[in-house]
């Protein structure tokens, strides 16, 4: 296969600027040099390649977006390239850097004390800590707001009760931000910094998972877990909070999308050039072919122009949450499509991990299910256009 150089139909590389255009590549080179490379090994064996984390560290893409504390203060189209370029490599990195930046970084940069702020992020942005985000339940996904986990202030300290589920990172995380109900402030919910070393503090692995089997996924368990009260994050107040984290990490996802679909169409337009059945012809001669190939570079380009507008609204401070809300469900649902029609011009092929395409199909599976599923973004942006909740 030729090294990947894109994919631009629509010449969008002219709406960027040259350093978000510079950002981008020194990703996609980092995700062709040292990532691509490992990856089928980690994907096999269902492990994340934690050794590549301060790489990413040094390329500063934890908490790109956010400023001082030594994070570099991308604005958001170049913060969606990173992205974008590391779903091409695989969901699970991608995943990996969307939790400790958006759902990690984010809260304690938007919720968090000075103290906290001064003691978190610098390690968090150097990769010297991780962490993870602690919202879903075994028994409350799509509706995080029946959440059970609870949090009981008992003199100057917070004591913590709950189990959560599905959790990126858990059980390589240095700190979880963990979102409880206030027994003794009318249950609202607030966020709380968890170090993962506290007694009564556990995660677990889930094991057997087909999709995102290069990324750790987790299952917390917290029984009595006594925080001090400088541990809240002050100003967290109610289900809104972890909402707002939620935003920018399906940012990321949208983008991210962008990423799967490239590496799935790339491989299938080059597969079908060698590739040659019937009278010595390449597969790309025959009409359903380019027909599949015309539908996927349709789809990313319509893909790439929503995720730019959405990128340019946020660096405006013009963006709904409705709007990423279309971005995540359509660049999601385009590349798992991308990912069936590229496996299928593979032939057999495409099941076999020496192409990237079958495992970019399974991790888009969770990718379509995780930050709120396909289903739920249809019924925000219903409730949005009509001013009905229909959850
Ligand atoms: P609802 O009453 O609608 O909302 C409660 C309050 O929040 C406000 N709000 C938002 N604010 C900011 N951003 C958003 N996206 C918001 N959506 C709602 C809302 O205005 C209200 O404010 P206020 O001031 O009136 O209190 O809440 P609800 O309980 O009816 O639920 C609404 C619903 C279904 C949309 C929401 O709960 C939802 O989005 N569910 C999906 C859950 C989800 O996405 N979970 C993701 C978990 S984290 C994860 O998956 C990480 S994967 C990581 C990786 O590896 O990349
Ligand atoms: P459910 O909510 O039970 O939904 C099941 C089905 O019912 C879906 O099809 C859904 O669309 C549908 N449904 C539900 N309600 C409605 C409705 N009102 N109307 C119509 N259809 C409906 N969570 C975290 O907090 N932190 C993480 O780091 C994290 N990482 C994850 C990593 C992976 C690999 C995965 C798979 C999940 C992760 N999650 C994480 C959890 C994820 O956010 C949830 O799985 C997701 O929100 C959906 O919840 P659920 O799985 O309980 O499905």
Redesign the pocket.
């Known amino acids: 296969m030729e090294k990947f150089r894109g994919v631009d139909y629509y010449r969008i590389e002219d709406l960027l600027s040259e350093e978000e255009r510079m950002i981008r590549d020194t990703i996609r080179d980092w995700v062709e040099a040292e990532f691509l490379p490992v990856v089928t090994e980690h994907h096999r064996a269902g492990t994340f390649p934690v050794s590549l984390i301060p790489k990413l560290g040094e390329m500063g893409v934890f908490g790109a977006t956010l400023k001082g504390y030594g994070c570099l203060g991308l604005n958001n189209v170049a913060y969606g390239l990173v992205m974008q370029e590391l779903e091409r490599g695989d969901?699970?990195v991608?995943?990996?850097v969307?939790?400790q930046s958006?759902?990690v970084m984010y809260p304690i940069y938007s919720f968090g004390s000075e103290e906290q702020k001064e003691l978190w992020l610098p390690p968090l942005q150097k990769g010297e800590k991780l962490g993870c985000?602690g919202?879903?339940e075994p028994d409350f996904?799509?509706?995080?707001?029946?959440m059970r986990t609870r949090a009981r202030k008992v003199g100057n300290e917070y004591v913590l009760n709950g189990e959560k589920m599905?959790?990126?990172?858990g059980t390589i995380a240095d700190l979880a931000v963990i979102w409880a109900k206030v027994e003794n402030e009318n249950d609202q919910v607030r966020g709380f910094l968890v170090e993962t070393d506290r007694p009564g503090f556990r995660a677990d692995d889930v094991h057997g998972k087909w999709s995102?089997r290069a990324?750790v996924?987790s299952g917390l368990s917290l029984q009595d877990v006594r925080i001090p009260e400088s541990n809240l994050l002050p100003k967290s107040g109610?289900?809104?909070s972890?909402?707002?984290?939620?935003?920018q990490?399906?940012y990321?996802?949208a983008w991210?999308g962008v990423g799967a679909a490239m590496a799935c169409y790339d491989c299938a337009l080059q597969y079908s050039k060698l590739r040659k059945q019937f009278r010595d012809q390449p597969i790309a001669s025959h009409q359903l072919v380019q027909e599949k190939l015309a539908w996927m570079i349709t789809e990313i380009t319509k893909a790439q122009l929503l995720v730019l507008q959405v990128g340019r609204l946020k660096d405006a401070d013009k963006v709904e949450?409705?709007h990423?809300?279309m971005a995540k469900r359509n660049n999601v649902w385009m590349a798992l499509e991308c990912a069936r029609m590229a496996r299928d011009i593979l032939g057999a092929n495409g099941i076999a991990d020496d192409y990237p395409i079958m495992r970019h199909m399974m991790n888009l599976e969770?990718?379509k299910?995780?930050?709120?599923?396909h289903d739920?973004?249809t019924?925000?942006i219903g409730?949005s256009v009509t001013g009905v909740?229909a959850?």
Request: hydrophobic share 35%; glycine share 14%.
């Open positions: 969901s699970g991608r995943s990996f969307s939790v958006a759902l985000f919202l879903t996904g799509s509706n995080p707001g029946g599905w959790i990126t990172s995102l990324s996924t109610g289900l809104k972890p909402l707002m984290c939620l935003n990490a399906r990321g996802i991210g949450h409705q990423i809300s969770s990718v299910t995780y930050e709120g599923t739920i973004h019924l925000i409730s909740d959850f």
